[in-house]
Each structure stands twice: as C-alpha cells, then as structure tokens.
C-alpha cells in the first residue's frame, strides 16, 4: 500500500496534537461521522514537537471506498454492487441478483441483430462480453442492444459472462452460476 499523502490540515492537526498518532480515514468519510475500524487507512506517528513521522503504519484491515480508488460513479445499480463487491464491502453472492434483475448490453453486428456472439479470451476460451452501460461500450463494437440478466443467462450455452470487458472493472461470472436454480426466474 502506498502511503497517503500528506496535507496541509494533516500537518496542522500534528502540531496540534504532540505525542500521538495521525490517523488517516478513508475519504468517503465525513470528519465528524463515526469511522469503523475498515475504515481507517492507517496512521502516521506524531513526535514531541508536533512532526509527523515518515513511518505509515497500514491498518490490514482497511476496505477502500470507490471513491479511496478514484472510480468512476456507478450508473446503476449493477455498477454499484460490482464496485462494492470490488471493494470488499458486499460479497461476490451479491452480484447474481442484481445481474439478473439489470439490464445488460451485449455486442451486436447491427442495431437489428439478436444473436448472442462469444469472443476467445488470451487462452482461446470464448467469453460471452456485456457491458453494464453505454460508458464502458467498447469502442471496436459496430453495434449493441440490451437484454435483460435473466433473459441472457440461458443463453450463454456453458460460456462464462464477461461484464465491462474493457474494464475498468470487470467481472467474469460462469454461466452455471447464472443459470442455477437459486438465481433463475
């Protein structure tokens, strides 16, 4: 982990505070909201005169926000969850509900086609790709239309779902995870 930056307020709140530890919170903490403990980025140690120390001490249990990792704002709630379960804050489970509840935008070679194309990944296993929203559309795609979760699980013949291909987050869900009975309409 690298170690945060130091601030101006962060020097000021040292020399303020003698004979202690500067403690770094996540930023999508408010100053005056309770932390939990995940989210406490680590602490500085501050000296008899007020000077923090260059020694960060990493908190091993800290969970970054989206926002800690500078990601982009969900555009629904696909996003979110993905970005949470990212981010440790939700469990991988999680993802299969709101997946087949979203809609999902899949490559097309026209605005009329309906088939469901695969593309091999580096080791030549065909991947079905999907894209959360038109944000994280592949440049290189001719065209795209959207499906429902639901509607393209039994579609993907055994291949695995590759949501945001391009990143900058991505998922690969097997397509047995999609079409098994507790997830499937």
């Known amino acids: 982990m690298e170690q945060p930056e130091i601030t101006l307020d962060m020097r000021a709140s040292a020399l303020s505070n003698p004979n202690s530890w500067l403690y770094v919170i996540d930023p999508a903490f408010a100053p005056d909201e309770d932390v939990p403990p995940w989210g406490l980025v680590g ?17 091993l249990d800290y969970r970054p ?15 979110k969850i993905i970005q949470l379960i990212h981010t440790r804050h939700r469990p991988q489970a999680a ?6 509840d979203s809609t999902l935008l899949v490559y097309a070679t026209t605005p009329t086609d309906r088939t469901i194309v695969g593309f091999p990944n580096s080791a030549g296993k065909i991947m079905i790709p999907a ?13 795209w239309r959207e499906i429902q979760g639901h509607d393209l699980a039994p579609l993907l013949n055994g291949h695995p779902l590759a949501l945001n291909p391009d990143g900058p987050i991505t998922a690969l869900i097997p397509a047995e995870r999609l079409g098994s009975r507790s997830f499937a309409r």
Do not use: K
């Open 95 to 100: 993802l299969l509900p709101v997946l087949l």
């Open 65 to 79: 926000s989206p926002t800690a990792l500078r990601m982009p704002p969900p555009a629904n709630r696909l996003e």
């Open 43 to 59: 602490a500085y140690p501050v000296d008899a005169r007020g000077q923090i120390g260059d020694r960060f001490r990493p908190n």
């Open 131 to 143: 894209c959360t929203s038109t944000t994280h559309i592949p440049q290189s795609w001719p065209a």
